[in-house]
């Protein structure tokens, strides 16, 4: 759907610019767009390597286990169906965790093998499960503790003060995340009473 939606924008901007005879503008867009896109990937690519090695080095060190076991009782509480133990449970944890330190890029294959792992969990493989309902509404929205994208594009487009996102990002994904584990309760709930 979303290849459609990009499709009639595109054919639609081209048109519109034709009709206006200004099609030069369509030329100058799409090569200011490309060389902007490489600039400020060059410039993600120096902070996504420096947390990826943090994380790493959190691995190595055990400080990921460690925050792993302090975890342990939220998503207990936020993944009941999930038997103790189950190899999902550490995929989610290493989603979150991406996701706190706001390296979406890093959370996705965690959160993907995570979403595999709670499919083999799951009775009625045509729909989703709520454990995978609960963990697509939590990286969705996702708490960030440091939003290292947002602090390495403005970095890059020369902000005086970069990480002064930290406070209102933080607020902002708490009350996200907040909401949408709300929902997600809300709508478990719902389907526990229809299928009671």
């Given amino acids: 759907m979303l290849n459609y939606i990009w499709l009639v924008l595109i054919v639609s901007s081209v048109v519109v610019a034709a009709i206006n005879g ?7 867009a799409a090569f200011s767009g490309a060389k902007t896109g490489v600039t400020v990937c060059f410039g993600l690519l120096s902070v996504l390597a420096f947390w990826m090695g943090v994380m790493k080095v959190a691995e190595k060190s055990g400080l990921l286990e460690l925050l792993a076991r302090a975890l342990s009782p939220l998503i207990r509480l936020l993944f009941p169906d999930i038997p103790k133990g189950h190899p999902a449970i550490g995929y989610i944890l290493s989603n979150m965790s991406a996701n706190l330190l706001g390296l979406g890029n890093a959370a996705t ?5 995570a979403m595999e792992e709670l499919q083999k ?3 009625n493989k045509q729909e989703a ?5 609960t963990l697509l509404a939590i990286n969705t929205a996702s708490i960030t503790l440091i939003p290292t994208t947002m602090i390495a594009i403005r970095m890059q487009y020369g902000s005086i003060n970069p990480v002064e996102i930290v406070g209102t990002t933080l607020l902002s994904s708490f009350a996200a995340t907040l909401v ?3 929902i997600d309760r809300w709508y478990r709930y719902r389907h526990f009473r229809r299928h009671r």
């Avoid at 200004?22 to 100058?28: D, K, M, T, Y």
């Avoid at 294959?109 to 093998?113: Q, R």
């Avoid at 499960?129 to 309902?133: D, E, G, K, Q």
């Fill in 129 to 133: 499960s709520p454990a995978m309902c």
């Fill in 22 to 28: 200004r099609i030069e503008v369509i030329n100058q």
């Fill in 180 to 182: 949408a584990l709300i």
């Fill in 109 to 113: 294959p965690m959160g993907l093998k």
């Fill in 121 to 123: 969990l799951n009775p």
